[in-house]
């Protein structure tokens, strides 16, 4: 299983998602993701210019902060900086398993 999805990160990274494919994906309006956008809480992929787009890492942010901001009522901002710092704990926890740590 480890492997496949490696491949679909793989692909993913490679073409990414559009803007109504996150949106579809994340059950929120395009214009949700947008006004994330344009707030500085979202960063499409920097190779593509034309159109944004969007990695695996993005599919996972935003999905933690729908729930964050659903479930707990968080404004955006504090969505953000929560799915920041999760973001920072799995980081942290691969390279603990990498060291062996874990």
Known sequence: MQQQDNLI????EESGLTLEQ???LCAVEPEWLTRHIEEGLLEPLPQ???E???SSASLLRV???VVLER?????PELAALVADMQEEIDTLRRRLRRAGLE
């Open 71 to 75: 479930d707990f009522e968080a404004v």
């Open 52 to 54: 944004w787009r969007f």
């Open 63 to 65: 999905r933690r902060i």
């Open 9 to 12: 990160d793989a692909v993913l």
């Open 22 to 24: 996150l949106a579809a």
């Open 48 to 50: 593509h210019q034309n």
